[in-house]
């Protein structure tokens, strides 16, 4: 997938006949071919033309806005979407129900099966074998929640797990990180470079995972784990944790000793920010086995196809399986 990243102030994204150019301060022009898939604007201070927009928006190129965290607070998409009305009917009938419940069990049991597996996969690179032993117990906990009948589980209690295996998870990653980096734990407030770090890549990741839930169909905003409210794509929130340990954990994790971040009033340089969405963008291109399918492909088609998946299960009224990762 070619992705152009625009992160540095002053630059402008306008069209010209054969192309679409980038114009930077110095007035430096590069030249953008049209089969381009994708534009993330990362700054308040690059403009773009209406020219600009028409193609794109006739071409199908997606283009996101992210904010200073790397959250998107704006997007293109297409005109029309396949699906849209029968997926929606169904989400908005099955979304608060039990059926609804057994789809956040099998996301949460997902994620905690997800950790799992990376704390198993940096054992062995990293050559720390207690990661191994903490690992099963995370793996434990899934298999306590997966036993549990969905008619005795709420949000609180499903949450309830995956807090619990949050805490051993978080405590297991920060003993390993470089000492300088600050990090005591997870905590999405938190001031030091890997939490922001970490902030920058799950926004990258929400981008990803809305966009694959649209164009699937579904409703963003209408989640089954996380409270709706207006406003909030609690459903984009939900289906984001199965894929936030091998998305953005896996590349800052193995990458953190040569990292080089920084900070201008409490929040990443423009530089850093562009470091850690070369970083993500291109694990989301890299390739990974999940328990679906034998066949490897980018990270980037499996949440694609996870989507689809769960567009089909609210559709259909059939169980779903959620994306569980071989590393």
Same mark, same amino acid.
């Given at each position: ?5 625009v992160?540095?102030p002053g630059?402008k ?9 980038i ?5 430096e022009r ?5 089969d ?6 990362a700054?308040?201070r ?7 927009l028409?193609f ?6 997606d283009?996101v806005v ?10 293109l ?7 849209t009305?029968?997926t ?5 009938e ?5 059926f ?8 949460v ?8 597996q990376?704390?198993k996969y940096l054992a062995k690179?990293?050559? @720390? ?6 690992? &099963? =117990?995370?793996?434990? +906990?899934a298999?306590d #929640?997966?036993?549990? *009948? ?12 995956e807090?619990h ?12 990180l470089?000492?300088e980096l ?6 999405p407030?938190?001031?030091d470079?890997?939490?922001l770090?970490?902030?920058y890549?799950?926004g990258i990741l ?11 169909g579904?409703?963003p ?5 996380h ?8 459903l ?5 944790e199965?894929?936030r340990?091998v998305?953005?954990?896996?590349p800052?994790?193995t ?5 080089r971040l @920084?900070?201008v009033?409490?929040?990443?340089? &423009? =530089?850093?920010?562009? +470091?850690?969405?070369? #970083?993500i963008l291109? *694990?989301?291109?890299a ?26 299960s609210f559709?259909?009224g ?10």
């Amino acid at each position: 997938m070619r992705i152009l990243f625009v992160c540095e102030p002053g630059s402008k994204i306008c069209f010209r006949k054969g192309g679409v150019f980038i114009v930077r301060r110095n007035d430096e022009r590069i030249a953008v071919t049209p089969d381009v898939d994708q534009i993330i604007i990362a700054s308040s201070r690059i403009g773009i033309s209406a020219k600009a927009l028409r193609f794109l928006a006739r071409h199908g190129i997606d283009l996101v806005v992210l904010d200073a965290d790397g959250y998107p607070v704006a997007r293109l998409y297409p005109p029309f979407i396949n699906k849209t009305v029968a997926t929606r009917i169904a989400q908005f009938e099955k979304a608060l129900k039990r059926f609804g419940t057994s789809i956040a069990r099998e996301i949460v049991f997902c994620k905690i099966v997800n950790q799992a597996q990376l704390l198993k996969y940096l054992a062995k690179s990293l050559r @720390e074998p207690w990661l191994r032993d903490v690992g &099963y =117990e995370i793996e434990a +906990i899934a298999t306590d #929640l997966l036993a549990k *009948n969905v008619e005795e589980l709420s949000r609180d209690k499903i949450m309830g797990f995956e807090a619990h295996a949050a805490r051993k998870y978080w405590q297991a990653i920060a003993s390993m990180l470089p000492e300088e980096l600050g990090f005591r734990g997870r905590d999405p407030d938190a001031s030091d470079l890997f939490n922001l770090a970490l902030n920058y890549g799950y926004g990258i990741l929400y981008n990803v995972c809305e966009r694959a839930l649209v164009l699937a169909g579904l409703d963003p905003y209408l989640g089954v784990l996380h409270v709706v409210k207006s406003g909030r794509p609690s459903l984009t929130l939900d289906f984001v944790e199965m894929f936030r340990p091998v998305a953005v954990d896996k590349p800052l994790v193995t990458n953190a000793r040569r990292l080089r971040l @920084e900070m201008v009033c409490g929040r990443l340089d &423009y =530089e850093s920010r562009k +470091i850690l969405a070369d #970083l993500i963008l291109s *694990n989301l291109d890299a390739k990974y086995r999940c328990s679906k399918s034998d066949r490897v492909a980018p990270l980037r088609e499996h949440i694609k196809r996870e989507a689809w998946d769960l567009a089909k299960s609210f559709r259909e009224g059939i169980e779903y399986r959620g994306f569980r990762v071989y590393l």
